[in-house]
């Protein structure tokens, strides 16, 4: 059930880290419409946030394969005793 809590808080993290980086980046285009920054500067901040997005996604895509790549290996019973003893 502890596994269950620490993904449902993991993915909740990525929807928070990903909402904020949409706000930024409509921040940054009203900014550019109004004219403050130039267009260099939001095409760079613009492809920055795009890479974060991404590699959150990698991120979360990759931990859940390995996550269950373990389960697979050493079995649900013992892959929480083992994340158990790791982490506690």
Known sequence: MSDLNRCQ???VGYKYKLCISV???MALDALL??????MF???LNSSLL???VVALFTLGYYRKKYHYYKVM???EEE??????????
């Open 73 to 75: 290996v050493y079995g």
């Open 79 to 88: 892959f929480t005793q083992l994340v158990t003893v790791t982490h506690y």
């Open 50 to 52: 795009v890479l974060t």
């Open 9 to 11: 808080k993991l993915l």
């Open 33 to 38: 419409i109004k004219g403050f920054i130039d």
């Open 23 to 25: 706000i930024a980046l």
């Open 41 to 43: 500067s939001a095409i």
